[in-house]
C-alpha cells in the first residue's frame, strides 16, 4: 500500500570551496581523505543546525580538485624558519528533501558560516589537528603546522584571515614576540636619540643667528626668473607606420561566434594578458528540484559539436621591424565548437599569466571528456567572449547559463597539441 506522506523533492548543489593554509604541505591519499571527512562533518553540522531539523535525507561528500604549492617564505626574517602556504580547490556536493526550496545563495551563506568568524575556523584547524575515531596512524599530525587559513565559498571570501590557535603555533608565536619587540624598541630609541640631537643643533644655531647683524631684508630664498615659454628638449614623436591613422582602426573587443568563426579573433588580449587562479567551471551552486522520475538523464552526453580550422588574420603590424611582434599571430589551430548540456560540466578551467582561460583538468565522468582535451583554450560561451575574463568570471559565466537546454562553447585547439 503507497504511503500516505507526500515524497518531499530532492534538491541538489555542487559548492565550490577554495582553502588556503599558511604552512602545510600537498597531501598523499591518507591525508586527504582525513581532511574530507573532518570538512563533511563541519559543514554537515552546520546544514543541520541552519536548517532547523527539516532537512531529510542530508549528504555531504568533499571532492579535491586542485592542490597548489606556493614559493617558500621566511619566517620573521629567519632564515631556519620557513613557511610554505598550500592552496587546495575542492567541490562539495551537498543533497537533501525539504518541503522549502532553498536557493543557491541560501545554501553559499549556510555552507559559508561553518568558516566566516574566528571561532568557527578555530575550531575546524582544532578538529584538522586531532586524530579522528578508528584512526592508527598519526595522519593528522600531518596538519599541525598551520597556524592560519581562510576560506572563499562559490568566490565569496568567508570574513578576513585572521590567526587561530594550535599547540604548535602558540609556541613559535612566544618566541617570534621577541623578535618584533625587540628591533621596535631599538628603532624608538634610535628616533629618540636623533631628534635630541637636532633639537640642541637649532638651538646653537638660533644663538648665533641673534648675536649676528641683519643683512638686507631684500634678500629672499625666492630667485625670481624672466618668464620665457617652456622649450621641450625631445624632438618630435616618431609614428610607427600606420599610427596616423589610429582613429580608423577603433574596433568593438567584443568576440561574437560569428567574428571568430570567420578568424578575425583578437589574439592580443589571449597572450597578453593575466588573471587570477584556476577555478572550476564545476564549481557553480545548481540547485535542480526533484530529479528523481523527471526523465532528465543526468550521464555523461553526447553533445553536438562541429570541428573548423580557423587561420589567424596577419594584419600589418604597428612595429613592422619588429619580426618577434608578429611571429605569435602566425600560428594555426583548431577551433571546436562544443554543445554542451545544462548542469555541470566537470571541467576546470584556469587561466596562466599571459594566456587566456585554458581546460586544466577534465573528469572522467564529465560531459565533455570525449570532445576536449587538457590545455583546449577556451574563446567564447554563447557568443560571449572569455578571453579577457578571469578563471572566476568564466565559471560564474558557465553557471550563470546552466539552466538553459545548451550552451555553445568555443575552444581553440593549437596545432602543435593535435595526435599525429
Not at 628591533?183 to 640631537?197: D, E, M, R, S, Y
Request: a negative charge; one cysteine or more; proline letters at 5%.
Amino acid at each position: 500500500m503507497p504511503s500516505l506522506t507526500p515524497t518531499l523533492p530532492l534538491q541538489s548543489f555542487d559548492i565550490e570551496m577554495f582553502f588556503q593554509f599558511d604552512d602545510l604541505r600537498l597531501l598523499n591519499e591518507k591525508e586527504e581523505y582525513h581532511w574530507g571527512n573532518v570538512t563533511e562533518r563541519r559543514i554537515k553540522s552546520e546544514l543541520e543546525n541552519a536548517g532547523g531539523g527539516v532537512l531529510e535525507q542530508l549528504v555531504v561528500e568533499m571532492e579535491i580538485m586542485k592542490q597548489e604549492q606556493e614559493p617558500l617564505r621566511r619566517l620573521e626574517g629567519r632564515l631556519l624558519q620557513v613557511k610554505r602556504p598550500m592552496n587546495l580547490t575542492s567541490i562539495s556536493y551537498v543533497s537533501f528533501r525539504t518541503p522549502q526550496t532553498i536557493t543557491d545563495n541560501q545554501i553559499t551563506t549556510f555552507v559559508g558560516e561553518a568558516f566566516n568568524n574566528p571561532s568557527d575556523r578555530n575550531a575546524y584547524l582544532d578538529e584538522l589537528q586531532s586524530r579522528l575515531p578508528g584512526e592508527t596512524d598519526g595522519v593528522h599530525e600531518t596538519f599541525s603546522t598551520i597556524n592560519s587559513l581562510w576560506v572563499d565559498v562559490n568566490g565569496v571570501r568567508q570574513d578576513a584571515p585572521e590567526s587561530v590557535s594550535s599547540p604548535l603555533a602558540n609556541e613559535t608565536r612566544g618566541v617570534n614576540m621577541a623578535f618584533i619587540i625587540g628591533p621596535i624598541a631599538g628603532g624608538l630609541c634610535a628616533l629618540l636619540l636623533t631628534g635630541c640631537f637636532v633639537l640642541r643643533r637649532r638651538k646653537a644655531s638660533g644663538s648665533e643667528g641673534s648675536e649676528s647683524p641683519s643683512g638686507d631684508q631684500r634678500v629672499s630664498s625666492v630667485i625670481e626668473v624672466e618668464p620665457q615659454d617652456e622649450i621641450s628638449t625631445l624632438g618630435d614623436p616618431t609614428f610607427a607606420p600606420g599610427m596616423m591613422f589610429a582613429a580608423g582602426m577603433e574596433r568593438d573587443d567584443t568576440v561574437t561566434e560569428s567574428i571568430v568563426s570567420a578568424g578575425d579573433y583578437d589574439y592580443t588580449r589571449a597572450y597578453g594578458g593575466g588573471g587570477p587562479g584556476s577555478v572550476s567551471t564545476a564549481g557553480r551552486c545548481t540547485s535542480s528540484l526533484s530529479r528523481e522520475g523527471s526523465g532528465v538523464s543526468t550521464g555523461r552526453s553526447s553533445g553536438n559539436f562541429s570541428n573548423e580550422v580557423v587561420r589567424r588574420v596577419d594584419s600589418s603590424s604597428l612595429f613592422s621591424d619588429d619580426a618577434s611582434f608578429e611571429k605569435q599571430f602566425k600560428e594555426d589551430g583548431r577551433q571546436i565548437k562544443v554543445l554542451a548540456p545544462p548542469g555541470k560540466l566537470g571541467v576546470v578551467i584556469d587561466r596562466p599569466f599571459g594566456s587566456v582561460p585554458i581546460v586544466h583538468a577534465i573528469k572522467d565522468t564529465s560531459v565533455l571528456a570525449d570532445q576536449i582535451r587538457v590545455g583546449d583554450k577556451l574563446l567564447s560561451v554563447d557568443g560571449e567572449d572569455t578571453t579577457s575574463l578571469s578563471a572566476i568570471e568564466v565559471s560564474k559565466l558557465i553557471s550563470m547559463k546552466a539552466d538553459r537546454p545548451s550552451r555553445l562553447l568555443v575552444f581553440l585547439r593549437m596545432r602543435d597539441a593535435e595526435e599525429p
